[in-house]
């Protein structure tokens, strides 16, 4: 386990010493090593609070915890965890360098891996631009993002995010949510906590519902979410006839209301759009770009098949150009490194791949991790998977520098 | 150890770039103290009294200033940082919380460093200008060097041991009083014999230090290192009191000096008329002193002063003074003890911002300078006063726990050319110190390893 908790238990007390208030209550919990795990809950539920024990913040008052197999606070288990709190907290007389320099410091980075990751975090959470700028001058959703760049300067094993999307425009809260599903794949342990539903729905495997301090839900998303006495058909253009006939079957089977709706994208898929292509007109902003992919040193260390995998990963970003989606049902975030990999790749290697790849079964609709297991349910049509090689010619481009850079492209 | 001067360096970074602070550095610091300093004292003074009261005013603002400066940067380096939750982000790393103290302690190190050093340069530019510019002749000038710019340590006679007298005169006097005023209880007597025991023993030290008309005086100094031993002076400094103000306010005197009791040796005598209560000072040729580093003095009160006796008190009446260092040097130790007296004050400031918020230890810690700076007085007050004997006691041993920076402060030293030792820990309230801010660093630490960082919020 990752993440253990005992009975957990945090009293509030007044200046008097009286019981004010319980703010976590009796709470069992257990995370797993590589899992996404969200713990939800209104305000006031506790979610912070569990947070701040499991970082030796607060005290419990009773119960106990242990983080990565110790107990909460302990300063070498303190090198694997990366934190974002729920307001960044950063020193607002910093600019932004500074502040990943002197929190890259305080982790003994020495002086030439501090500047590669702090170039690289920089440019992934799109402000390598004002990176001189002090922190006291950014918009909260700028400080998130900085804050976010902190949290991962140490390339952690456990990610630990109270409320990461808060005050961010839905660039920044897709590029985080795509930041975790990529860490979660590498293998990282991330405790997302929020109270935006959505946010957790999108990338976690497991939620824990918080409410008075005491669990009250706890399994995986589709445990949790998917309803067994309903289905959902999707399916491309239909005439009305077909559609009465549908009907028809359906109203035998079932005597139920059906409904019948276009599907229409989601405001944050639309908006996205908009704003890639602004940014592809290079229209000037004084505030957060777009951002790179997950940096690379984040990517780092990887075995050879996790190499294969994550070309693949990258032919299947590439497809998403054509507009057939992928696993959050947009542009992804591919890793740098993906692309670096490919220049290591001969034809013959990447044509196997892209045999492989036909194989592969990509979700169907957007809606991040919890749709993209679901669509993993039943295959697809091969036809519409095979890749076409004008797109490996393209990334094998970049091997003479006539194509775009790594790390850029991605997202047009 | 990367991590602690990291965290030193985020502090001098953030008080360096305060507005408010560069507004005080530049403003105050420097504008106020040195300017107004030198406006304040006129243009119609001798040289050495410019230059003396130059430095006399601008180590003391400097200080004054350094000190609120330290009161509330180094509390805010650990309370406003812990109230912005800042703390949540450093304590989350691999950082032990006594190395986030130690860093705090260490910025505030390096930022006396600059600040006394950056107003110790200035201080010294501007004295050393006024030194050139300022004299209007040849003996002005020489009286700088030879008063200001130098090093000189002090000797003093040995204050003479009149404990069994006072003892003795006290039991008698105790009795008269206690006859004369019928005094039965037991807290007044010792009320009353704490009070005889004190005159007498003043008076009797005067008494000592008396010289009646016709009558003659000698001490023995010892111990006297002057730099150089073949030429130049020591110098003879003295003020004198007197049993009766004469109406001209000055007495004669007839001195007389020798590396041997002049009384029985013999030698040249040397007249001088001085005003009463007044600072003097003369030049003895070093070759005086024997190679011991012994010097005799002897003062007659020659009968025309009749019926003025005149009085040297035993511990501010007479002292030789010699050359022992140049003026950088002595200069640079004084920046040393303010330094130290500024890390002192930063211990207490850290160790109260890592428990207390920040009003709170603002209003703890000037306390805490305050009594330390009046705790003289406050014995002073205690002796004289009508505290119970309960409270005395106690007062008196919870008054050297807060830093006594007035006793090793040193302005005047630097304002009278004496010597600043190196070894400050000759200075043995500057050592108490030292222990006691050692000591409430181990308490502040404590307080911070184990205290909550965070306020639970439902």
């Known amino acids: ?412 | 150890m990367n991590r602690v001067w990291a965290i030193a360096w985020n502090l001098v970074r953030e008080v360096l770039r305060m507005r408010f602070f560069l507004f005080f550095l530049i403003l105050v610091t420097f504008g106020y103290t040195i300017g107004f300093s030198l406006w304040l004292h006129g243009a119609d003074s001798m040289a050495d009294e410019k230059v003396k009261f130059l430095l006399s005013y601008s180590v003391r603002s400097m200080f004054g200033l350094l000190s609120l400066v330290t009161i509330f940067v180094s509390i805010a380096a650990v309370s406003r940082e812990i109230k912005r939750k800042e703390i949540f982000t450093v304590t989350t790393k691999p950082v032990r919380r006594g190395e986030i103290l130690l860093g705090k302690f260490l910025g505030m190190a390096l930022l006396h460093l600059l600040l006394v050093g950056a107003n110790g340069v200035l201080i010294y530019g501007c004295a050393r200008v006024l030194q050139r510019t300022e004299p209007d002749s040849e003996l002005e000038k020489a009286k700088l060097q030879e008063l200001v710019f130098v090093a000189r340590r002090s000797v003093k006679p040995p204050v003479p041991d009149v404990s069994r007298e006072v003892e003795d005169l006290t039991r008698q006097q105790l009795e008269l009083k206690k006859q004369e005023l019928g005094i039965t209880d037991a807290e007044t007597e010792s009320h009353m014999k704490n009070i005889i025991r004190r005159e007498i023993g003043k008076q009797l030290l005067l008494y000592k230090g008396a010289v009646p008309p016709g009558g003659s005086i000698t001490w023995k100094f010892s111990g006297i290192e002057p730099r150089d031993r073949e030429n130049g002076f020591v110098f003879i400094r003295y003020k004198q009191e007197v049993s009766y103000t004469p109406e001209s306010l000055a007495t004669d005197g007839i001195w007389q000096f020798g590396p041997e009791d002049p009384t029985l040796a013999g030698g040249q005598w040397y007249s001088r008329r001085n005003a009463i209560r007044t600072v003097h000072e003369f030049p003895v040729p070093v070759r005086e002193v024997s190679a011991e580093g012994d010097l005799y003095v002897t003062y007659r009160n020659p009968v025309s002063n009749d019926p003025v006796s005149v009085i040297y008190p035993p511990d501010t009446g007479i002292e030789v003074l010699y050359a022992a260092g140049g003026f950088e040097a002595n200069f640079l130790r004084a920046l040393l003890v303010m330094y130290l007296s500024l890390l002192i004050l930063s211990v207490w400031g850290i160790a109260a911002g890592a428990w207390l918020s920040f009003p709170v230890a603002v209003l703890f810690v000037f306390m805490v300078y305050l009594f330390g700076l009046s705790s003289n007085f406050i014995v002073d007050a205690l002796e004289m006063g009508t505290a119970d004997r309960a409270q005395k006691p106690v007062i008196k041993a919870i008054l050297p726990v807060f830093p006594q920076i007035s006793d090793y402060h040193p302005v005047d030293q630097i304002e009278k050319g004496r010597y600043v030792s190196w070894y400050f820990w000759d200075n043995i309230t500057l050592v108490k110190d030292l222990a006691i801010a050692t000591v409430v660093a181990l308490i502040g630490f404590l307080i911070f390893k184990f205290r909550e960082l965070a306020r639970v919020i439902v």
């Open chain 1, 1 to 412: 386990m990752v993440i253990e908790t005992m009975g957990l238990t945090k009293v509030f007390r007044d200046f008097w010493g009286h019981n004010r208030v319980i703010a976590v209550d009796r709470l069992d919990l257990q995370i797993r090593r590589e899992e996404v795990f969200g713990l939800l809950g209104p305000n006031g539920s506790g979610k912070s609070t569990t947070i701040k024990m499991l970082l030796g913040l607060l005290f419990p008052s009773r119960g106990g915890c242990r983080v990565l197999g110790m107990p909460p606070g302990d300063v070498k288990t303190n090198y694997r965890i990366g934190y974002l709190p729920e307001e960044s907290y950063l020193y607002p007389f910093l600019n932004a360098r500074e502040t990943l320099d002197f929190y890259g410091r305080l982790f003994g980075l020495n002086g030439v891996e501090r500047k590669r990751r702090i170039d690289s975090l920089l440019e992934m959470v799109g402000l390598g631009s004002v990176a001189r700028r002090p922190i006291g001058e950014f918009s909260k959703g700028m400080t998130r993002r900085i804050g976010l760049a902190q949290a991962l300067i140490n390339d952690p094993d456990l990610l630990i995010l109270d409320e990461p999307t808060s005050g961010l425009d839905p660039i920044g809260t897709r590029q985080i949510k795509d930041l975790i599903l990529a860490l979660g794949k590498r293998g990282k342990t991330v405790l997302l906590c929020s109270h935006l539903l959505a946010d957790v729905e999108d990338v976690c495997d497991r939620i824990g519902i918080l409410y008075g301090g005491r669990l009250r839900a706890l399994g995986s998303v589709d445990e949790l979410l998917v309803h067994s006495e309903m289905t959902e058909i999707r399916s491309g253009r239909l005439s009305s006839g077909a559609i009465e006939q549908i009907k028809g079957i359906i109203h035998r089977e079932n005597a139920a209301e059906v409904e019948v709706l276009n599907p229409r994208d989601r405001l944050e898929d639309y908006f996205l759009r908009i704003v890639s292509e602004a940014q592809a007109e290079k229209l000037q902003t004084s505030g957060a770009t777009l951002g790179t992919g997950v940096s690379d040193f984040l990517t780092a260390r990887e075995t050879e098949e996790e190499v294969r995998e994550k070309v693949i990963e990258g032919l299947v970003g590439r497809e998403a150009e054509t507009g057939t989606g992928s696993a959050s049902g947009q542009e992804p975030v591919i890793p740098v490194e993906s692309v670096q990999a490919v220049d290591l790749v001969d034809h013959g290697v990447l044509d196997s791949l892209v045999e492989v790849k036909t194989e592969q079964v990509r979700p169907e609709e957007a809606g991040g991790k919890a749709a993209a297991k679901k669509a993993e349910a039943g295959p697809r049509d091969a036809a519409e998977l095979l890749m076409d090689q004008s797109v490996i010619d393209s990334l094998l481009t970049k091997k003479d520098g006539s194509g775009p850079a790594a790390g850029e492209g991605e997202h047009e």
